[in-house]
């Protein structure tokens, strides 16, 4: 790496973490900022999306406040190459799901693309990952489960 | 950014990590040595300081040794405008409460200030965070619970 | 620090995150190439290691596809000093032991030494930890668990 690139990885970190500060806090619209106009996404078989905004509009509807969610990355291992860049990232995320009383915990290794427009902005042309685990438990399987803080349910 | 504005922002990342690693190793002088002289800070409601000396004796006298905790904080985004800083972070908390019996799990979006000294030093000047989410179990609930390694009771 | 380290730091940052990519993947071949010929390592009491070849080894045969491990560092405090350095890293782990039925947390502080090779390469020379805390919970104990995915055994 040079010197120049430390710049340009710094600029991808902060995207990427923008992109996560605005899944967990529900800006939709921060999120759909994050993506090229012909941004990809491929999150496992189940979770494929062609266009960004068919992205946005599937989180919209399925993480309500009943979907309190915290994705957090680390490890990024990000190669530039003029005005596009590669990145790898270990993620874990759980999700506390006050109406289905569930709370699931999984881990991924995210590898996207990104782009750098004519604006000079980096954005999120492709986003994937391959899940490592995935598990749930039931919060009844835990009588004295409390959940002393909801920030979605103020 | 600035190239060198790479500089401030990894001595401003490391005095959040400092920072941390106190709280999490209980070095309460440590601790301190990562505030201003009047630095505020406030974790909701319940825990708002207006000095440092205040927020370490909490510290020193709520996390004993029955209290292990984890503080990991990530994505930093951090903004520097001459010697002001500003910080985004995400967080993840655990508490092992062995005297309690219980396991805490939490996060929350922390937003900071920092300032840099006349001795060149970057350090906290205020730091507050917006809870996520923070849940309670009992280890009443996990019959099998081992706490199979514990630092502090050595 | 200077400008000039910002890129040492992160060549070790990389180094550390594929040290750990090879490991949650079960890429021995990769988790060998991080080390020096001489590299040694001590995970607490139990797991001391005088070469890396042993090392690797243990990892092989005891973190096979029924055991899912994620191990993730934060809060890197990276010190370089012309051709060696030291880190400091807060690791969170998570092994899922599909076998023993068993979920196992933990936290520790790791204190490496890396060296950079003839050929310009960081490489691990020492890791180690402080283990700060280690609990397991038996599946068993929670009827409803259900690990929803497992890429190890597919």
Redesign the interface.
């Known amino acids: 790496?040079e010197?120049?690139d430390?710049?340009a990885?710094?600029?991808i970190e902060?995207l990427?973490?923008?992109y996560?500060?605005a899944l967990?806090?529900k800006d939709w619209d921060l999120l759909r900022s994050t993506f090229t106009a012909d941004a990809t996404a491929n999150y496992?078989d189940r979770l494929e999306f062609s266009n960004p905004d068919d992205l946005v509009a599937f989180m919209r509807e399925n993480l309500g406040p009943d979907m309190?969610t915290?994705h957090?990355?680390?490890?990024?291992?990000i190669d530039v190459a003029g005005d596009s860049a590669t990145g790898?990232w270990?993620l874990?995320d759980?999700i506390?799901m006050t109406g289905y009383r569930l709370l699931?915990?999984?881990?991924s290794?995210y590898e996207d693309r990104y782009s750098r427009g004519a604006d000079g902005e980096w954005r999120i042309a492709h986003t994937g990952y391959?899940?490592?685990?995935?598990?749930?438990?039931?919060m009844?399987?835990?009588?004295?489960?409390?959940?002393?803080?909801?920030?979605f349910a103020e």
């Open positions: 790496m010197q120049t430390l710049l990885v710094r600029a902060q990427k973490y923008r996560l500060r967990d806090s496992g309190v915290l957090q990355v680390h490890h990024p291992e790898r270990s874990q759980r506390v699931l915990d999984g881990a290794l391959v899940r490592l685990y995935e598990h749930t438990v039931a009844d399987d835990l009588p004295s489960f409390a959940l002393t803080h909801n920030h």
